[in-house]
């Protein structure tokens, strides 16, 4: 009933402005399966008036099931000063966004774990911006147990960004980031338009859960594979170890990253063994529940 109303209103014209929906994450919480469905199904979205731009990169990574950073890269590079590379042209930048808007859809869905990194002030007028147009801005953020959050976050840090800390070690300094990501958001856009989704409900089915908040519509099955699975002890140890030589032998950061990146995929993707286990001490437990606040 929802659906064929929902199709009535879009055969009529657009009820209202447009909205833009940033998905922000959290890192750890389902988004490269979330990534990957979007890119697989850019054709169904259209049908109900939902735009998923095409990335500049990484595209046929997200559509193969790989591990992506999502389709907002041009958003991220504007926002989070430490992405933002030296050529970056804001009017280029500001008329690729106008391009953008310009789509025949209601909808316009960004999807990038790392824009929580974004500078306030430039969201605020990225939400000034968009505001101007005639469009409403909306967020879309995950949360998860918190102790699971961190031991996912160490195996992340370990198999895809070269680091070489043991489980205690990073324990020791691993940080949730959820309400203060929260509360910046919140300050920005208003609370109101801030929507959180409980990972741990929902991980089994999580981009139904994401799409009923975009749109009432029946998107079909919405259903992924696992996309980035969990390491086994093994291949933790034996990344780590990599990882450890790599940085021993200071290659250039494009041979690291890609041959980091080899090995990972290949554990990811290929290999068939279990995946890690949470297993925290009572002393470790006691540092997390310092950490927030309990």
């Not at 998860?144 to 800390?165: C, I, P, Y």
């Not at 021993?248 to 950061?253: F, G, M, Q």
Request: charged letters at 25%.
């Amino acid at each position: 009933m929802i659906a064929k109303l929902w199709r009535v209103l879009r055969r009529r014209g657009a009820a209202g402005p447009k909205t833009v929906f940033l998905h922000v994450g959290a890192g750890k919480t389902g988004t490269s399966a979330i990534q990957t469905w979007l890119a697989r199904n850019l054709r169904r979205l259209e049908k109900h008036g939902i735009a998923y731009p095409e990335p500049p990169e990484g595209f046929d990574l997200a559509v193969e099931g790989k591990i992506t950073t999502g389709n907002a890269t041009p958003i991220v590079e504007y926002v989070v000063q430490r992405r933002r590379p030296r050529s970056f042209d804001e009017a280029a930048f500001f008329a690729w966004l106008d391009g953008v808007l310009r789509r025949p859809a209601d909808t316009v869905l960004f999807s990038s774990e790392t824009l929580p990194g974004g500078d306030r002030k430039r969201f605020a007028a990225l939400k000034a911006y968009l505001e101007e147009r005639g469009c409403r801005v909306e967020i879309i953020y995950a949360v998860r147990n918190a102790a699971d959050h961190v031991f996912s976050r160490w195996g992340q840090m370990v198999k895809r960004h070269g680091s070489t800390l043991t489980w205690d070690q990073f324990c020791r300094d691993g940080t949730v980031p959820f309400l203060k990501v929260l509360d910046s958001f919140s300050s920005i856009f208003g609370p109101d338009a801030v929507h959180v989704i409980n990972y741990e409900r929902h991980k089994h089915d999580i981009v139904r859960r994401m799409m009923s908040i975009v749109t009432p519509a029946d998107l079909g099955d919405t259903r992924v594979g696992r996309v980035n699975r969990s390491l086994s002890m093994r291949e933790m140890e034996l990344m780590r170890v990599f990882n450890a030589e790599l940085s021993r032998h200071k290659p250039p950061a494009v041979v690291r990253d890609r041959l980091a990146t080899d090995l990972s995929d290949h554990f990811i993707y290929a290999a068939d063994l279990p995946p890690m286990r949470l297993a925290l001490t009572a002393e470790q437990f006691a540092r997390l529940n310092e950490t927030l606040g309990e």
